[in-house]
C-alpha cells in the first residue's frame, strides 16, 4: 500500500531536478502568500465582486495583460535556460529532455499564452472605445472567453511540476507527438490545455467580429474606423476561420493518444504528415493573428506621434485584406522539406513571396506617414519606430526562406529561428510594448514613467539585436534548432555566447519595464485630460481611466481621426452644447464564466491523467453552467442619470 | 433599434424553440450515421467517402439555417461575404489537403 503510495507520488509530481523542487517551493510559497494577503485586507469580496465576475471589457483587458504579462515572464525564463545552456559548447546545465520541454513550453506559452492574449487584453479595452462603444457585443462570452484562456494557461503551467511539460516542440509533430513514441502526460497536457484555451480564442473572434460590424458610433462607416479596429476586424476573420482547423487536429490527436484511434500514425492507415498539414493550416494564420493587431497599433501610434492623417489609408485597409486571404493558401512553407511534390512546392512558394507585397506596401505607408509629420519621440513612439527596420529584416528573410529550393539550405536552421524571432519580436512583442504604453493611461489614469520606459526600450531593442543578427549566420554556419549541446571546434562558441549576453539583455530590458511598472503606479503622472497624447481617435474623448459605461453620450462621427475633428470644432467654437444624460444600459456580472471555466480546468486534468472519474464530472459541471445561463433573464441593469452625473463631474468633465 | 446601443435579451418567446431543437437532432442523427459508416466498414471505402462528404455538407446547411441565422440579419453583404470566405476556406483546406498529400496515397 505505501509503496504504491509512494510510487504514484513520485510520478504524479516531477522529481529528481533542484530547479523543480525550487519551482515547487516557490509556486507554494507564491499561492500562500497571495491567499494570505486577500485574507488579511479582506479583499475576497473585492476580487470576487470587481474582477473574477466582471464582464466590463476593460477589466477583462486588464486581466488579459496582467495574466499574458506573467506568461511572457515564464516563456522567458525559459528563453533563458536555453541560452544558458547554449552559451558555451558541452555544458550540462540542462540535459536533453530537460531541454526538450523547455522549448516547447517557451514556444506554446508565447505564441498561445503571451502573444495572443496580450493582443486580445488591449483590442478589449480600445476596441470599444475606438468604435464609440459601451461595451462588446457579448459581455458575457467575453467573460468566457478570458476565463477559459486563464484555465488552458493554468493547465499547460501546470505540467511543469505535475505529471511532466510535453516535450515535441510547439508544433507538436506526429508520429514523435504520439502515444506509442510518448508515452507520459506531457502531450496530453498540451493537447488539453491548448484545445481550452482555443475554444475562448474562438469566441473572442466571433465577440469582435460581431461588435465591429454592429456596434459602431453612428456616422462611423468601416471606412472612417480607426486603423487599429480595422485591423482586429481583420484578424477576427482570420481566428474565425483558422482556429476551426486546429481545433480539429487537436481533436483528433487526442482521440489518439486517451482513446487509442489512429488518425496520425501510419501503422493503421493514418498520416503523420496530416497533422503538420492541419496545424500549419492553423498556425500560418496564426502568424497574422498576433501580427495584423500589431500593424493596426502601429498605424494609430505612428498617426498620433506624427502629428498627421495615417498615409494611405484605404491601401492600409486592402492590404490588410489581401493578407487575409494569402494567409489562407501559404501554410505549406512551413514543410517544404516533407517531400512533397515539385508544383506543390512551387506555388506555395509563390503564394508566400506574394505576402510579401501587401506587407511592404505597409511598410511605404507608415514611412509616408513619418515623412514632413512632427514626431514626438514617446516611448511608444520608440517601438513603432524600431519596429520598421527590425521588422523588415524579418520579413526580407522570410522571403529567403520562401524559395522552395533554397530552404532545403535554411530549414530548421538557426536561420529560421532567427527570422521568426524577428517578425514576432520585433513585430508582436515591440507592438504590444508599444500598445501597453501608449493606452497605459486610458486603462489606470496615470502614464508609465517616459524615462525608464525609454532605458527598457533601448535595452530591449539593442539586446534583441545582439542576441538575434548573430543567428542567422549561426544559422547558415550549420547550427540547428532544438539542439540541446554541441561540441567545441565548429566555430558556434562565441557566436552563441554573445548571444546568449543578448538574450539576458532583453530580460533586463524587461525587468526594467517591469519596474517602470511598479514605480509609476506610485510615482506616475496623472493623466487628468484623458488625452495626453494629443490622440486623433475616440478612445482619447474620454477620462482616464475610462468610466464604467465608457461614452455619456455616444459621439456622432463624420471623419476618420474622430477626436481630432472634434478638436478642431472646439478650437473653432463650433462645438455643440451636450445633450442631457440618459440612463444607460449595462451588463450585470455574472459569476457562471470563472466557475464553468473552472469546471473546464477539472475536466482537462481528469482527461490529461485518463482519470475518467474526475473527467465526466468536470464536462457535466461546464453542461450545468451552459444550461443555468441559458435561464437567465434579469442580466442587466440601468446606471441613472444622477449616478453618470456623478461620475462625470468627478472626472471634471462636468462644468 | 440602435444597433450601437446595448439591448437587453428579449423576453418575449416565439413559442418552443422547434427550430433548434430538430437541427440538433438531425446534427446528431447525421454525425452518428457517418461514424457508423465509417467505424462498422459497412461500404468499400470509395462510397465511404462519398457518403460521409454528403452527410457533411448536409449537415453544413442545417448549422447554417438552424442555429446560424443565415437568413436573418439587417445586412445580408455580410452574410454574403462571410459564406464566401467560407466556402475559399474550405476549399483551400480541403482541396490544399488532398493536393499536398495524395503523392502518399
Redesign the interface.
Known sequence: MMDSITNFLSHFFVTGDPMIYGADASIALVSVAVLAVLTYFKKWKWLWNEWLTTVDHKKIGIMYIIAALLMFFRGGVDALMMRTQLAMPGLSFLNAEHYNQVFTTHGTIMIIFAAMPFIFGLMNIAVPLQI????VAFPFLNAVSFWLFFAGAMLFNLSFVIGGSPDAGWSSYAPFAGIELNPGVGQNYYVLAVQISGIGSLATGINFLVTI??????GMKLFKMPMFSWSILITS?III??FP?FTVALALMTIDRLFGAHFFTIAAGG?P??WA??FW?WGHPEVYIVLLPVFGIFSDVIATFAHKTLFGYAVMVWSMIAIS?LS??T??HHFFTMG??AP?NAFFSISTMLIAIPTGVKIFNWLFTLNKGRIEFTTPMLWALAFIPNFTIGGVTGVMLAMAPADYQYHNSYFLVAHFHSTLIAGTVFGIFCGLHYWWPKMFGYLLDEKKGKWAFWVFMISFNICFMPMYFLGLMGMTRRMYTYPAGLGWGPINFIMTIGAFGMGIGFAIMAYNIVWSAIHGKKDTTGDPWDGRTLEWSIASPAPEYNFAH?PTVSTRDAFETMKEEKRAGRAKPPAPFKP????NNSGIPVIMSAFMFVAGFGFVFWWFWMAIPGVIGVIACLIARSFV?D??HHIPVDEIERTERAAGRLS | MQ???????S?DHAGFPWKQVIGLLLSLVLTFLALWIAVGHLLPVQPTIAIIVALAIFQAFIQLFMFMHVTEGT?PV?QLIGIL??I??AF??VG??I???Y??M
Do not use: C
Open positions: 464609440g462603444a459601451r461595451d460590424l454592429k456596434m459602431r458610433a453612428p476573420v476561420f483558422a482547423a498520416s504528415m496530416l498539414n492541419l493550416f486571404f489562407f493558401i501554410w505549406l512533397n511534390t506543390v455616444i444607460i444600459h449595462m451588463p433573464y442580466d442587466f | 444597433e450601437n446601443e446595448n439591448q437587453p435579451v423576453r445586412e455580410h470566405f467560407g475559399y476556406v483551400a483546406v490544399g489537403t493536393w499536398i498529400l503523392y502518399q
